[in-house]
């Protein structure tokens, strides 16, 4: 009964491979985050989605490309991995959006660049 | 640029005690200040969230005050207990647009017995 599953929860994987990150909500949230914490600790904002459609998609590189299949699942792809792609990355929903909307975290998922 | 900064990176209290963080931001003005806790291989977890019209929040042993004059918020757990030890950060944010959010670094808090 986990409120925001993502998948997995550890990825080591090497430089220049191609991966993807798998997260659903069961709150039933129109809104929903992937967000990535750097060894220092700082949560910054990736991308939004609400309702399906991208809202927010901060200052990314294109290799990273989220999808959003239903307003319950958004799945993060990332290609040709680098070195500074290794942090832990949170997906996040809130019932709105908005700042005074509480957003609800996933455990993250810990990447780990080789 | 927009900084937020927690007062310290880690601050141990004794159990009893009340403990308090500080979030002190600069070039920004915040709409909205919330509170999250996060342990260690976790998730943050929303605890309180207070707006700029707001000076004060409680929510049972928590209590959030938001000084826009001093560009400044305090978190007080108060009666602090072991199971309070965890890490704390404060989020930022304006208008209805979530890219305003920005998250501090937060703050370790150990409670001792």
């Known amino acids: 009964d986990t409120a925001v599953s993502q998948t997995p929860k550890y990825l080591v994987t090497q430089m220049g491979n191609d991966k993807s990150i798998k997260c659903e909500q069961n709150?039933?949230?129109?809104?929903m985050y992937w967000y990535k914490q750097d060894s220092k600790k700082f949560l910054k904002i990736m991308f939004s989605?609400?309702?399906?459609?991208?809202?927010i998609n901060e200052t990314v590189p294109n290799r990273f490309s989220p999808k959003s299949p239903d307003k319950a699942h958004l799945n993060l792809h990332i290609n040709s991995l680098e070195l500074g792609d290794s942090a832990v990355y949170f997906c996040?929903?809130?019932?709105?959006?908005?700042?005074?909307?509480?957003?609800?975290f996933g455990d993250g998922t810990r990447l780990s660049i080789l | 640029s927009q900084k937020i900064e927690q007062n310290s990176e880690a601050l141990n209290i004794q159990e009893g005690k009340t403990a308090t963080l500080t979030c002190n931001y600069t070039?920004?003005?915040?709409?909205?200040l919330q509170w999250y806790r996060q342990d260690p291989g976790r998730g943050p977890v929303f605890l309180l969230l207070?707006?700029?019209?707001?000076k004060e929040k409680r929510k049972e042993r928590l209590k959030v005050t938001f000084d826009t004059t001093l560009k400044q918020s305090l978190f007080h757990i108060t009666a602090s207990q072991p199971a309070d030890s965890a890490t704390y950060l404060c989020?930022?944010?304006?208008?209805?647009?979530?890219?305003?959010?920005?998250f501090g670094s937060g703050t370790r808090l150990s409670i001792r017995p």
């Open positions: 996040a929903s809130s019932p709105a959006q908005g700042l005074d909307q509480p957003q609800h």
């Open positions: 709150l039933g949230h129109d809104t």
């Open positions: 989605y609400n309702n399906k459609e991208l809202i």
């Open positions: 070039n920004y003005s915040p709409a909205y």
């Open positions: 207070i707006r700029e019209n707001e």
């Open positions: 989020a930022l944010g304006r208008g209805s647009s979530a890219s305003k959010i920005i």
